[in-house]
């Protein structure tokens, strides 16, 4: 058994050299992180685990190309969010899913008020304005807003460049507004 | 009122990402642009609503189980990977494997067994070998031991099988078939098991009886039936095992040999 409190490089440095057991406290630490970028990705839990697993075995088999001394976390929330790319190109075919889930979820308990906090309802709707973002724009918020990824950082995982990132969240935040507007979430 | 300053610099801004003269130049913008401001607030309000929207709850499964379930399917692949990664190791274990497969593919098995006595006639019955059949000792009636199978690269002979030795399936034992004992330069004697001992040790006559003797002519296993290749008995074996034939020779040296102990009366010219 692995101490936790060991540092991503030992345990790596461990994995690298063939031990699978090193990896359990890599998994174990990181595993809630990535189900959260991935579950914003997709929008559905059983996905996102899914997602989540992939990740990390392609991670564990990719491991001997990763530079002792990079952060781990970034280097798999890289590969993490590739696969979920790959995954919405080849199970949406870039089409937008309606989330029928929200929208549903919103209509039952707008007319509810006292089951559910102002705040609560809130946050739903910004989830399902999410939710309706397209796959690119969603996921250079979620790699920007929510994980605070570089510019630079983001040109490596979805392979454009700089410039591009800048325009493109420019864009999505645009989007993402518009969207907020039509939903009624307002500004404080 | 609208402001020509692009929304991208404002997002680039707002993230940071500026390089020193565009930040100085959009900060010096913004003490001035009061649209400029609202939009930059509403940036920075949007990122908060996007920081708080709501996750599913991950199942017990996830949090529980997925460390064990990924380990499980790494280590598997580790398994099959290690020759995947190893472009000379890989093509070498294939070559040494074909290669101790081809090493042993001609090669007699050290010990005889149950099963293998037709495959060693058919393979070796056209190889002349000198062999000699154990014997009991002291024959006094003609019951033969016959076919043989060798250890150590020894096999069937055509030339020395026992003139009363039955030929049932196998071509090597055509000229004892034909009583051709002359040819063989073998004492008649010397072919004989004794017809006392064999009763003795009970040996089924309405079936083939085979049994392998070691060396020292000690009999080690026994099979019963009336296929070619009879199975292995184990009642009769606990019976006859631990006899004692004659040592087993096989040019000269004592071997450990495939018997055939089938009764067989002596048709008597």
């Known amino acids: ?188 | 009122m609208k402001c020509d300053l692009g929304v991208e610099l404002l997002s680039g801004y707002l993230d940071g990402e500026l390089d020193k003269e565009q930040k100085a130049e959009i900060e010096k913008h913004l003490k001035e642009c009061e649209v400029c401001r609202k939009e930059i607030e509403e940036l920075r309000q949007l990122d908060e609503y996007v920081r708080t929207a709501e996750i599913e709850e991950p199942s017990r499964e996830f949090i529980f189980n997925i460390n064990r379930r990924i380990l499980e399917k790494v280590k598997k692949k580790t398994r099959f990977r290690l020759f995947r990664f190893s472009p000379i190791l890989a093509p070498a274990a294939v070559a040494l494997l074909v290669f101790v497969v081809l090493i042993n593919i001609n090669r007699p098995v050290r010990f005889a067994s149950l099963d293998e006595r037709i495959l060693y006639a058919e393979v070796e019955a056209k190889k002349e070998l000198d062999i000699e059949i154990p014997k009991a000792g002291f024959a006094r009636e003609e019951v033969y031991a016959k076919g043989v199978v060798a250890k150590e690269k020894k096999a069937l002979t055509t030339s020395k099988v026992p003139t009363m030795a039955k030929a049932r399936d196998v071509e090597v034992f055509d000229h004892a078939k034909k009583g051709e004992a002359g040819a063989f330069g073998i004492e008649a004697q010397d072919e004989i098991i004794s017809l006392t001992e064999v009763q003795e040790l009970q040996i089924p006559r309405d079936r083939i009886v085979r049994a392998i003797v070691d060396s020292n002519g000690k009999i080690l296993k026994v099979a019963t039936g009336n296929t070619i290749i009879p199975e292995r008995d184990t009642m009769l074996e606990n019976r006859l095992q631990g006899q004692q034939l004659s040592p087993p020779l096989v040019k000269g040296r004592r071997t450990q040999l495939y018997v055939d102990l089938t009764q067989e009366k002596v048709t008597k010219n």
């Open chain 1, 1 to 188: 058994m692995y101490n936790s409190i060991e540092s991503d490089e030992v345990l790596i440095g461990r994995v690298k050299k063939g031990d699978c057991e090193a990896f359990n406290p890599l998994i174990e630490r990181y595993k809630l992180p990535l189900y959260k970028v991935m579950y914003r990705m997709v929008y559905n839990r059983d996905d996102a685990e899914d997602l989540v697993e992939e990740a990390f075995i392609k991670a564990f088999r990719a491991i001997s190309r990763f530079e002792i001394g990079k952060p781990f976390y970034a280097w798999i929330c890289r590969i993490a969010v590739n696969n979920a790319i790959n995954y919405l190109k080849k199970e949406r075919r870039g089409q937008v899913q309606p989330i029928e889930f929200f929208e549903h979820s919103l209509a039952a308990k707008k007319g509810n008020p006292v089951e559910m906090t102002k705040q609560k309802v809130l946050q739903e709707r910004i989830t399902a304005a999410m939710a309706k973002l397209p796959d690119d724009y969603r996921t250079i918020i979620v790699l920007k807003v929510e994980e605070d990824f570089s510019y630079d950082e983001i040109s490596k995982v979805l392979m454009i460049p700089k410039g591009t990132v800048m325009s493109r969240l420019a864009r999505a935040r645009q989007k993402l507004r518009g969207i907020f507007k039509e939903m009624g979430v307002q500004n404080k």
